[in-house]
């Protein structure tokens, strides 16, 4: 449409208009420093690495008779699809994992990818995140808060025996220590037990099963803290706190923007914020017969976009990714040291 032609312009033109600014204060991304001085093209190829999903369009009809376009209702959904993404990046490829165009990536990449693709049959697809909200009260394509992008990928995870995540979302901005690790040491549910507790379509079970079968040990941990940093503007009193959490290395970023206007924060330079903007429509893409994934259009390759923090609405959903107990101990001492 030409509509959505023309989003793609202001997109795009305002990516090139937003380099960053000669500084010698420190860039942060997930957990991450930069310095632009000395590495701005190491920063650039650290955020182009991170999976970028946006609206699409051409895909299968949600539900059979739903919408075929996530456009003008699914950006809080693709900025949930894209901090799991980071979550598994970090689980299978290790946070310096890095991308590049037409180079070959190894099998678990495309193995993360597909999950995400706009397919009933893939776990995380925008069809099982639309169709999962209707349990938390959403109808398909109506437009998700931080809060129940939250709670749909913690009933979705149930199914994802490959990548077997404990799912924790923090209520009333509490983090129950005792309670995640009786969850991540718990024994994996099988899906015939997740099933009863939630409804997924039959073809998505299986696709990711875990053909090593069930282990024992620490489940990796998403850790998901949903919070209010303020009535109807950001309080500045949390804005160094916020911060702090972009430099833990435990950082999977956050979930927020204005209302009915989502982004994925991923990092901060001095009071504006980095944020990887889901508003541009493209073509739904498949995987190929080997199983590879055409992937140049779920990497973001200009400048990001910035905003100052005090613009942000005060709803928002930060993520940490603990693959080991230790990590988790290491973030809850960090929490307690620096924001508490």
Known sequence: SVLSRYENQITILSDYLEEFPETD?????????????TDKSELLLDISA?????????????????????AGWGCM??????MLAQALICRHLGRDWQWE???KQPEEYHRILRCFLDRKDCCYSIHQMAQMGVGEGKS?????????????????????EWN?????????????IEDIKKMCWSPPQSSSMAHSSAHLHRSALGRNKNTAGFCTGWKPLLLIIPLRLGINHINPVYIDAFKECFKMPQSLGALGGKPNNAYYFIGFLGNELIYLDPHTTQ??????ENGTVDDETFHCQQAPHRMKIMNLDPSVALGFFCKEECDFDNWCSLVQKVII
Not at 25 to 31: D, H, K, Q, R, S
Not at 77 to 82: A, D, E, F, S, Y
Not at 164 to 176: E, F, G, I, K, P
Not at 283 to 288: A, G, L, R, Y
Request: with cysteine; charged share 20%; proline share 5%.
């Open 50 to 70: 991170r999976l970028w999903f946006t609206y699409r369009r051409k895909f299968s009809p949600i539900g059979g008779t739903g919408p075929s376009s996530d």
């Open 283 to 288: 073509s739904f893409v498949d995987s190929e």
């Open 25 to 37: 204060e420190p860039v942060w991304i997930l957990g991450k420093q930069h310095h632009l001085n």
């Open 77 to 82: 959904l693709r900025c949930g699809q894209m």
């Open 101 to 103: 165009k037409h180079k």
């Open 164 to 176: 077997s995540l404990a799912v924790y979302v923090s209520m009333d901005n509490t983090v129950v």
């Open 140 to 160: 398909i394509g109506e437009w998700f808060g931080p809060n129940t992008v939250a709670q749909v990928l913690k009933k979705l995870a149930l199914f994802d």
